[in-house]
């Protein structure tokens, strides 16, 4: 079963940057498709950003231009990195193991458990 935990949030200013870190201690993250989502209290989980086992990637229309995904393998670590944040990115970030995408961005669905997740806090 698919284990990662997220790290790397905090209070932050609008404009900064920001690397959130997923992490796993075996190496999956080479073998699977890797996704970030994000959720505010009393709102859904959306996914925000996909990176496949060929490394390609996809992102939500919402994000696009801001937010970067990619991968360490070696480390076996996948990244998110926000640049630049907005208050709109308020959020805990997860993630998780995900189905390849067979009909679009959003037809990925979550393959393991859901963790703790990073809680990212963008001030104004």
């Known amino acids: 079963q698919v284990q990662l935990v997220e790290s790397g949030g905090g209070l932050v200013h609008t404009g900064e940057s920001l690397r959130l870190s997923c992490a796993a201690s075996?190496?999956?993250?080479?073998?699977?498709?890797i996704a970030w989502y994000r959720q505010v209290p009393e709102q859904t989980r959306d996914l925000v950003a996909v990176?496949?086992?060929?490394?390609?990637?996809l992102y939500a229309d919402s994000v696009k231009g801001r937010f970067t995904i990619s991968r360490d393998n070696s480390k076996n670590t996948v990244y998110l990195q926000i640049n630049p944040l907005k208050p709109e990115d308020t959020a805990t970030y997860y993630c998780?193991?995900?189905?390849?995408?067979?009909?679009?961005?959003?037809?990925?669905?979550?393959?393991?458990?859901w963790g703790r997740g990073t809680q990212v806090t963008v001030s104004s």
């Open positions: 998780n193991a995900v189905s390849p995408e067979l009909a679009g961005f959003q037809s990925v669905r979550p393959l393991g458990s």
């Open positions: 075996t190496p999956i993250v080479s073998a699977n498709h």
């Open positions: 990176i496949r086992d060929d490394s390609s990637t």
